[in-house]
């Protein structure tokens, strides 16, 4: 079975940087085929995808956040991390991590299994 | 255009059947996903790639796609079913992942 597990402060800042890490149990991420992504939750609102990285290490990021997120991986420790440099209250939310495929046949694409999911709040 | 448009609110009556959409322009090139979130969990995913569902979900959650828009369907739907249900799909230019806003599915 598949887990992540998130790690990281629940607190940042402004201006500082945000830097959570997911744990993949279950799996090896240097098996390939799979995706691995960043997606957060603002308080009461909806779900946005913060970008996503392959283990080769290739990335892919919302076009609104790119100029603060960088999504690195480690495959010999199986985990991934997200950093989001020179943050505001605006992203204060709860971060999760999620295993992404991307599929083939007019290019599905879904996230299974999730992280616990981490609040963080942006506050001086 | 790189957006999806979910319903606010939906309400279904216990045992009755009810269906969620998502359009999106996108939706016509890239199929969609379901994934579940009740109060205070993460989500977890229903239906992936159009109609397909992850093992341990019940088959009362179906998938469906024509033109622009996708439909999650739940039938005989149980007080369990009550969450928050987002649609996600590819943008328009496949290089990026993207969400509807979600609908709130409430069962009377």
């Known amino acids: 079975q598949v887990r992540l597990q998130q790690s990281g402060p629940g607190l940042v800042k402004p201006s500082q940087t945000l830097s959570l890490t997911c744990t993949v149990s279950g799996v090896s991420m240097n098996n390939g085929g799979y995706y691995w992504s960043w997606i957060r939750q603002h308080p009461a609102k909806g779900l946005e995808c913060i970008g996503y990285?392959?283990?080769?290490?290739?990335?892919s990021y919302n076009p609104s956040l790119k100029s603060r997120v960088t999504i690195s991986i480690d495959t010999s420790n199986n985990q991934f991390s997200l950093n989001l440099t020179s943050v505001t209250a605006a992203d204060t939310a709860v971060y999760y991590c999620?295993?992404?495929?991307?599929?083939?046949?007019?290019?599905?694409?879904?996230?299974?299994?999730w992280g616990q999911g981490t609040l963080v709040i942006v506050s001086s | 255009s790189s957006e999806l448009t979910q319903d606010p609110a939906v309400s279904v009556a216990l045992g009755q059947t009810v269906r969620i959409t998502c359009r999106g322009d996108?939706?016509?090139?890239?199929?969609a996903s379901w994934t579940q979130q009740k109060p205070g969990q993460a989500p977890i995913l229903v239906i992936y790639?159009?109609?397909n569902r992850p093992s341990g979900i019940p088959d009362r959650f179906s998938g469906s796609s024509s033109g622009n828009t996708a439909s999650l369907t739940i039938t005989e739907a149980q007080a369990d079913d009550e969450a928050d249900y987002y649609c996600?799909?590819?943008?328009?230019?496949?290089?990026?992942?993207?969400f509807g806003g979600g609908t709130k599915l409430t069962v009377l």
């Open positions: 996108s939706i016509r090139s890239h199929y």
């Open positions: 990285i392959y283990n080769s290490g290739s990335t």
């Open positions: 999620a295993r992404l495929q991307l599929g083939v046949v007019r290019g599905g694409s879904w996230f299974d299994p």
């Open positions: 790639a159009k109609n």
């Open positions: 996600n799909s590819r943008d328009s230019s496949a290089n990026h992942v993207i």
